[in-house]
């Protein structure tokens, strides 16, 4: 006697169409995955062109005044002088451009939060009504599992 082999198709078939896959769930964390990637991004490319910005005219502003520095002088002493006002005024403006650059990171750091925040309600959010709508698909196939036998 030959032992017939079991066919598994149709079993994994009806149990497989017994717990059906919710895809709305998948793509509801897609668009609010590609909607934080745009927002960042937009917080990225933001504080790249002030960043930028500020570093031509840091560069503007050196620029200028080394033109007053590179001037022929009459004096030997009026070379000194020029050179520790050009030090002076350097040091001032690294000072300036340095807290408007850390402005720039704090603003960064700030919106960047407060999109991580969002996003984790809004995900949160997604996975508690996915989870939700599971166990009422579950609950629902396994009655009517229990009902058809």
Do not use: C, R
């Not at 005044?65 to 005024?89: G, H, I, R, V």
């Amino acid at each position: 006697m030959a032992a017939k082999t079991q066919d598994f198709t149709a079993v994994m078939k009806d149990m497989m169409g017994a717990f059906p896959v919710d895809t709305k769930a998948m793509e509801d964390a897609y668009k609010t995955q590609a909607t934080l990637t745009e927002k960042l991004s937009s917080v990225t490319i933001d504080a790249a062109q002030k960043s930028t910005e500020l570093s031509a005219k840091w560069a503007q502003d050196t620029l200028s005044k080394m033109t007053d520095l590179s001037k022929a002088k009459t004096e030997p002493a009026d070379y000194a002088k020029s050179m520790t006002d050009f030090a002076s005024a350097s040091a001032e403006a690294a000072a300036e451009h340095m807290a408007a650059f850390a402005e720039i990171a704090k603003k960064v750091q700030t919106e960047t939060l407060e999109l991580m925040m969002a996003a984790g309600k809004d995900m949160s959010e997604d996975m508690s009504a996915a989870a939700k709508k599971a166990t009422n698909d579950m609950t629902a196939a396994a009655k009517k599992a229990a009902t058809a036998k």
